[in-house]
């Protein structure tokens, strides 16, 4: 295929301005799919994503669409997330396009992600086209949004196309825009082979799917390809597009996006970001790749049933083969016995992924609260970094104990900037400056520990300003805080997964909370159950769980002995999702209560 | 063979709010027909000999309300029970009773039909508390009640309840010093339990019925305990008291392990290690004896070792707990190679004591008996 004739764009946007919708009506008025085969957020084929009704992963739709030059175009289209935690996708669609669809709702307008993922694209360089969607809601502010992009975002509100997703209104002029704007992929034919892997699947059939998107040259089935930093040879067996179905075709050239089938079945021969070269004409050099994302929280996952642990190792393995921001190391917890340290981009990241191995996967797992990574500098110089509150060392030998701070972007209304300000504050935040986007809207700029943030700071957000605030964050850098590693005891026994790490002046506070969230959580036992939170050696706060005091049925005659056994052993079996600590049963949810802040 | 059999009769005039019994309330007219359904449900009781009958030790009929049958009516039934069963020597011959239902006709009959024990359903001498549990007796009624049916028959048991929604520990002391001045032979005394899908359930749920704090519940079991014992009685299981030679045997089958037979809807046996409920509603029991199939609608065969954990819960029920022996020669299993560990956890949290002789509940052990029991499940 002639690249001329190819064009590869992402649609970006903020959550749930519709690019999943547009990318609906893309498939439907090229044909891709009949008005029979439609259905909403086609793309969406992901359970968690139904459920959600959020894009999650990235996807590639290959296109035919005849433009009215009388040419036949190729149509690489990318569909992403919109929600913060899946902002690498984002950069690594972006990084496989010439050009970029930024869709704004036509009444919410610019939001937070909207700002982020326009200068993801403006940093590489991308034609972008701004969309203004959902034009057919009952009230717009369809020129306001259009100065919010000229000023906020810098970009040229005049070649803007105004769409409504829903409603099929003007996609004709997308499509126009999509072929007279954004260029054409270069690239020679005849050059050596360089494609870049941006996203793999497994298939218990088919072995691996590696979806790549060529830079130069030409790759046929029977080919024998080269991973050039993975350093195997493969012999292709099929190659293909998703249009969106999985279609095979005879090759793929420059600037095509598609995948290749090799038969692999190990799954750690397949990266993300490698580049597929031929194994008899190697390129000299590999493309630049991608930058490992960075994972902004950490938790142990542990299944229920310790004999899991291999079926869990396999099924990370699978998973972070779908997902490269997902990362997984082998951990042991005195508590929990053996299980990983899986670092996610957000929260959302980490449910999708937790429901993901639960749902799709079927196995049982138990999760300790998150947290952030932390940088310790020692007294003898040693620097390192922990992603685990087990890990931190004794007081007396810590320098300097780091946490990360983040920028955080606020885009809101003038009337909330005193509550989000207050809130700020509270959580140790650091003005930085506000700026108008027009006359009632500003955004405001923080620096704040992501400790802080990462947790539920969305969700404050969204109940301080009545769900119309929005936010974005970024990690600038670790700076010394006050930190401080608390312990819990439950009846006299340190639980390592329960431990965390707090500010100082808040750790009372917290051992407060926490205890008294542990004490609703743990239900009552034959024994008393004492907890305590600690800080060193020294108790800061202690609650106590009763033991039960009266617990006999009187009655049990010929009619009601199975009952009355079968009622005894539920209640040992509504234990499963425990794990036992001594002789003490802590409940799945007991151990995320540790993130709660709130005050009951 | 079984030396014990149940009889269910699953009518009452009311249907209390607590009650998740098998009944029907307010359909006496099907008495006609449970008693030729039971007829033939007795079919299966084969007898030793043709033309012979089982010989049974103890014989409960329970309830429901077995009063609520008519004259006539309970002369069918003990018939039709006779026809298979005769009585050995000493046996004992149980039927509850509603207070309200006694006349000296009724016990007449009852006695010259060959019962010798009669459990009263009492519940309290609390005005309130029998208000609450829809109760139709006063508690003013049960002296002359009980002084009727002493009059043929001298082993009278009374059933209390605590724990009723309002009533506090006084209350309860009081009931059980009103009972125990009519010097009963025996004592059952029950905890209100809120079961799934009764009145009860769903008025707690809305907040309409609120039980008593878990520190005034056990202070009216302890109460429940001390009161008879100071008195004279000898508490032989959780809730059951007696005065000396008063147990009451057919109980003490269910939780010693032997087998039973049981009749009526919702009945479960026991025969052979393998224990058999009837169909738990009154019209569906009926259909199916009346077509000619089987009463039974779940058959449940336990592994020895379920069987000999069912065992121990059923045996800490009794004051004499565990033994040694008679367990190793009911399940094949030595109490200790069963459960070693969990007997010293439990031992340790001071809810056992072990011996030469077994293994018991301690006093602290019965009032939370049901975590004990579980935990050797
Ligand atoms: N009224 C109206 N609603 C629209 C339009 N386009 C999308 N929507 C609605 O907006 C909601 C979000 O649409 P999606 O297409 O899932 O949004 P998204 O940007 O893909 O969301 P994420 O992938 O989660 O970031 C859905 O309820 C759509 O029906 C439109 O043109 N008009
Ligand atoms: S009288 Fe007894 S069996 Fe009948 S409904 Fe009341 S509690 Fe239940
Ligand atoms: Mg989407």
């Known amino acids: ?600 | 063979m079984h030396r014990s059999a149940y009889t269910h009769v699953p009518f009452c005039r009311h249907r209390c709010g607590y009650c998740d019994f098998t009944l029907v309330a307010g359909r006496d007219d099907l008495a006609g027909r449970y008693l030729t359904a039971l007829d033939q449900e007795l079919n299966r009781v084969a007898p030793p000999t043709p033309g012979g009958r089982v010989e049974l030790d103890t014989l409960f009929l329970g309830g429901g309300t077995p009063t609520r049958l008519d004259g006539p009516q309970l002369d069918r039934l003990f018939d039709a029970l006779f026809r298979r069963y005769r009585l050995a020597e000493g046996a004992e011959v149980t039927v509850e009773a509603n207070p309200s239902d006694i006349t000296p006709d009724l016990v007449g009959r009852l006695a010259d039909a060959g019962v010798n024990r009669v459990s009263l359903g009492v519940q309290s001498f609390d005005a309130a508390a029998l208000t609450t549990l829809e109760r139709d007796h006063a508690p003013t009624d049960i002296p002359r009640v009980l002084e009727t049916v002493r009059r043929r028959i001298d082993n009278v048991s009374l059933d209390l309840i605590y724990a009723v929604p309002g009533q506090d520990l006084r209350s309860w002391e009081a009931t059980l010093d009103a009972a125990l001045a009519l010097e009963p032979s025996h004592l059952s005394t029950y905890g209100l339990t809120f079961e799934k899908g009764t009145a009860f359930w769903s008025r707690r749920r809305r907040g309409e019925l609120i039980t008593p704090p878990e520190e005034s519940e056990r202070a009216m079991y302890a109460a429940a305990m001390d009161r008879p014992a100071a008195a004279g009685f000898h508490q032989y299981e959780l809730s059951s008291h007696a005065r000396p030679g008063r147990e009451c045997r057919h109980n003490r089958a269910y939780w010693c392990g032997d087998d039973f037979e049981a009749f009526g809807p919702g009945a479960a046996n026991l025969i052979d290690g393998v224990r058999r409920t009837n169909h738990r509603g009154v019209l569906g029991w009926l259909k199916r004896v009346e077509a000619g199939e089987s009463s039974w609608v779940e058959e449940e065969r336990l592994a020895p070792e379920d069987r000999a954990r069912e065992l121990v819960m059923l045996n800490l029920r009794r004051t004499e707990g565990v033994e040694r022996e008679d367990f190793q020669q009911r399940t094949g299993f030595a109490i200790e190679g069963l459960l070693l560990g969990d007997l010293e956890e439990q031992e340790s949290l001071g809810f056992v004591t072990r011996d030469d002789a077994g293994v018991r509940l301690t006093r602290e052990g019965r009032f939370v008996a049901d975590g004990v029991m579980a935990a050797f499940l």
């Open chain 1, 1 to 600: 295929m002639d690249p001329r004739f190819i064009r590869n764009f992402s649609i970006v946007a903020h959550i749930d301005h519709g690019k999943s919708t547009l990318a609906d009506q893309l498939l439907l008025k090229t044909g891709a799919i009949t008005e029979r085969e439609f259905k909403e957020q086609l793309l969406d084929d992901l359970d968690v994503e139904k459920e959600r009704g959020i894009t999650v992963k990235a996807r590639t739709v290959a296109l035919r669409y005849k433009h009215t030059d009388g040419e036949t175009y190729e149509l690489n289209l990318i569909d992403t997330p919109g929600h913060v935690d899946f902002h690498y996708e984002v950069s690594r669609s972006l990084a496989a396009c010439e050009g970029a669809l930024l869709l704004v709702d036509a009444f919410q307008g610019v939001q937070a992600q909207t700002v982020a993922n326009a200068y993801a694209a403006i940093e590489q360089d991308l034609e972008i086209i701004p969309v203004v969607n959902k034009i057919d809601l009952p009230v717009t502010r369809i020129d306001d949004v259009l100065e919010e992009v000229e000023t906020v975002l810098g970009l040229d509100p005049y070649g803007a196309v105004r769409v409504s997703a829903k409603k099929g209104l003007n996609i004709e002029d997308c499509l126009a825009a999509i072929v007279e704007r954004i260029p054409a992929p270069q690239g020679a034919p005849d050059a050596p082979l360089r494609a870049l892997v941006f996203d793999s699947k497994y298939d218990s059939y088919k072995g691996v799917f590696t979806y790549v998107r060529l830079k130069e040259g030409t790759v046929k089935k029977g080919d024998t390809i080269r991973f050039m930093r993975g350093g195997s040879d493969h012999d292709v067996i099929e190659i293909g597009q998703f249009a969106p179905l999985r279609k095979e075709c005879k090759s793929l050239g420059p600037g095509q996006v598609g995948y290749i089938l090799t038969g692999i079945k190990e799954l750690d021969q397949v990266t993300i970001g490698d580049t597929v070269t031929h194994a008899g004409r190697p390129a000299a050099e590999a493309l630049p790749g991608y930058q490992k994302p960075k994972q902004m929280v950490f938790c142990g996952m542990y299944p229920i049933d310790g004999r899991d642990f291999e079926k869990l190792r396999d099924e990370m393995q699978k998973l972070a083969l779908n997902d490269s921001s997902f990362s997984y190391a082998p951990e042991t917890s005195d508590a929990l016995g053996f299980g990983f340290r899986c670092g996610f981009l957000g929260m959302l990241h980490m449910e999708i992924v937790q429901q993901r191995l639960e749902s799709e996967q079927d196995v049982d797992l138990i999760q300790t609260a998150p947290n952030v990574t932390y940088e310790i500098e020692e007294r003898s110089g040693d620097v390192y970094k922990i992603d685990n509150p087990q890990d931190v060392p004794d007081a007396g030998v810590i320098e300097e104990f780091r946490e990360p701070i983040a920028r955080v972007n606020f885009i809101l209304s003038k009337d909330h900037i005193g509550p989000i300000m207050q809130l700020c504050a509270d959580r140790r935040g650091e003005y930085k400056n506000t700026e108008y986007l027009g006359p009632d809207r500003a955004q405001l700029t923080y620096e704040l520990p992501l400790a802080e943030i990462v947790y539920d700071m969305y969700d404050k957000l969204k109940s301080v300003t009545s769900g119309y605030g929005t936010m974005d964050y970024e990690v600038i850098g670790f700076k010394a805080a006050d930190l401080v590693k608390m312990d819990i005891m439950v009846k006299g026994e340190r639980v390592d997964a329960l431990a965390t790490i707090v500010h100082k002046s808040n750790a009372d506070n917290r051992g407060r909370q926490l205890c008294k969230r542990l004490k609703k959580e743990i239900s009552k036992h034959q024994f008393e159950i004492p907890i305590q939170a600690a800080i060193g050696g020294r108790i800061i706060a202690r609650e106590t769980i009763s033991a039960f005091r009266k617990n006999v049925t009187a009655k049990c005659y010929g009619g009601d002995i199975s009952r009355k056994r079968k009622l005894l052993q539920k209640q040992k079996e509504g234990k499963k999702r425990m794990r036992s600590f001594g002789s003490v049963e802590i409940p799945q949810k007991a151990f995320l209560s540790v993130l709660s802040t709130d005050e009951d």
